[in-house]
């Protein structure tokens, strides 16, 4: 298949690529910034249709991953937020439908906001309450609207919160593992009770090629590791890897409570379920972080 | 106070306009084309921050009614309901949070989607389907983020669909009414039985002033009439009004299916209730398009 990879220069994009590419797919990357990878590189804007429709026209599956995915970012700027996710996705739903893509889209598991029951499948409320996850909601809507009313094949990958190699140095992995390298203490934003089911790169990247080259159509699905992992935790295997103080802070405004979310439907449907162990993850990840920086 | 609405040129904003300057606000229209009331007229693009943040400044409220509000127009230009509707309503934070000013928003009954209960109060889950409906709702949210995150003050006003003098052409009151007066047959899509508590545009301005005027913040409230009109028995009293022949034809895709929706809310925090009888809306709105075409 022909598949362009959005967002495919960025942290996620670039597993979702290069498994895609290991998979024997013919890969384009549609990113703001051009790829370093192997793959042929299309710099464009999502917010530009011109550019999406350019892009898309010749491709069998758009893996739609290119979004302000920086929650702090999103949180700044919300306008910004709403272009790049809402009026991008539109973009995608335009030129798939008049190329005859089929598209999976990276969504999140933060759509549903408070839980009203746990663990939360794809029924349940959506509730997002924060810009970030507010416009992949409305982008995701977007797309599926495109699906019943205009025949658009795509799935949405509500995704687990993304961990792996590449990962951005504002996302809490980075920061405890550059402090504890650097010997400075790690700080806990909150109790660091708070957990996360998060969620391999490498098995998000397999979520989508399952995705892709099934025929399911119309169906949200979430993509999301069993396992939850505390932050508290998370600080605590890396001071095991990286000797230094542990202390606690204010929590951040804005901070997604933890919730339990069942990946019980991508199994059925897809047959998915993530396969990396959190702590084989970490360390590659830690591995990855002191080969590259 | 100093009142800023936006969309005050269209349909639903004239209204509103008036009302507030009727009970001795100092009013000013922000739409994309001038404004031919008394007030003061700011010709500016939602989309373009600069244009947003300038009109609102000095503003003390702003209703915020500007939006691709034509349900086919949003169906066949998602891209533009999504940056109009989104980005346009994020805009709206940032330049009020700037400001200090309070906004109310204009929302939609129809962000509900499929009835899970009737009637659907403001708890009900949000599952909107079509370009129009997903963007109005992404549009409150980021306001009411605006508003947890960050201290905007913010109502959101779920609109009942709204008619009255100065409704749009393609609307389905001035499509019969257009037809029954040039003595063509009134065409039915689907079988007309679905029902809408069709809301007046004064009772929906009252609405707006209330709101305005209130302390409440953070919170939205469904504002609709309590009595179901179905399509069948609108076009039955146009053609009392004048007489001509019904037809049926198929039903448009995208056509929100019928539902209860519940104003017990507004009543209870606002004292808002309608009061404009369905009968004498449609009347006065027969008069306008006699007199004005």
């Known amino acids: 298949m022909r598949v362009l990879v959005t967002g495919g220069a960025g942290f996620l ?3 979702v690529a290069q ?3 290991e998979a024997g797919h013919e890969v384009a990357i549609f990113d703001q910034a051009a790829s370093d990878m192997e793959f042929e590189s299309i710099v464009g804007d999502l917010v530009n249709a011109n550019d999406v429709k350019a892009a898309v026209a010749d491709k069998d599956v758009v893996v739609h991953i290119g979004a302000i995915g ?3 970012l999103a949180g700044e700027q919300p306008a910004l937020a709403s272009s790049v996710n809402v009026t991008g996705s539109a973009n995608i739903a335009e030129a798939a439908l008049a190329g005859g893509a089929k598209v999976v889209y990276a ?11 746990e663990p939360m499948d794809e029924n349940h409320p959506t509730n997002p309450d924060h810009p970030y996850n507010i416009t992949k909601l409305a982008g995701e809507r977007i797309l599926m609207a ?3 009313l205009r025949g658009l094949p795509i799935v949405a990958l509500r995704l687990g919160t993304a961990f792996g190699s590449g990962l951005r140095p504002n996302s809490v992995f980075r920061i405890f593992i550059d402090k504890a390298r650097a010997g400075e203490p790690i700080t806990i934003q909150g109790d660091g009770a708070q957990g996360r089911q998060f969620t391999h790169a490498s098995d998000i990247a397999r979520a989508f090629l399952l995705a892709a080259e099934s025929d399911i159509t119309g169906v949200a699905l979430n993509t999301i590791a069993p396992d939850t992992t505390s932050i508290k935790s998370l600080a605590e295997m890396v001071v095991e890897r990286f000797p230094t103080e ?6 951040r405004p804005g901070d997604v409570p933890p919730a339990l979310v069942s990946a019980r439907k991508a199994s ?5 379920r993530a396969e ?10 830690v591995r990855d972080v002191v080969a590259n920086g």
Chains 1, 2 share one sequence.
């Not at 969504?107 to 839980?115: L, R």
């Not at 059925?268 to 998915?272: A, H, I, P, Q, T």
């Open 13 to 15: 994009g670039r597993h």
């Open 19 to 21: 498994h895609f590419g």
């Open 70 to 72: 920086d929650v702090y």
């Open 107 to 117: 969504s999140t598991w933060e759509v549903y906001g408070e839980p009203e029951y």
């Open 146 to 148: 495109a699906g019943h």
């Open 246 to 251: 542990l202390t606690f802070g204010a929590p």
């Open 268 to 272: 059925e449907v897809l047959g998915w």
């Open 276 to 285: 990396v162990p959190f702590e084989a993850g970490l360390d590659e990840l």
